[in-house]
Nanobody
């Protein structure tokens, strides 16, 4: 069992950057596939970025590819999402999730979720 907590959200102007963190306060991220999902206002939660078990294998939804980078620091037991060139449409609550299915983009395949952190991008 792992307990996750996100941080690093906030308000930023379009074109700016933020780095989100997801720390396991109980348990370890080792052995889990990790991902970031997001829920924009009035929309369903969607996959944004994933980090599989395979070292170096990361994957992204098309709208963030080239702008977002997912990574993890095993020593700190923390997952990150570096977000650059932010756009208005990136405004959402961002959630980190841990699961057992490497490479998944499906919510139902992630068992453990954080509470979310708000990212607001303005013009």
């Amino acid at each position: 069992q792992v307990s996750l907590a996100e941080s690093g959200g906030g308000s930023v102007q379009a074109g700016g950057s933020l780095r989100l963190s997801c720390t396991a306060s109980r348990g370890t991220l080792n052995g889990y596939a990790m991902a970031w999902f997001r829920r924009a206002p009035g929309k369903e939660r969607e996959f944004a970025a994933g980090d599989s078990w395979d070292p170096g294998y990361t994957y992204y939804t098309r709208s963030v590819e080239g702008r977002f980078t997912i990574s993890r620091d095993h020593a700190k037991n923390t997952l990150y999402l570096q977000m650059n060139s932010l756009k208005l449409e990136d405004t959402a609550i961002y959630y980190c999730a841990a699961g057992r299915y490497s490479g998944s983009r499906q919510e139902w395949q992630y068992d453990h979720w954080g509470q979310g952190t708000q990212v607001s991008v303005s013009s």
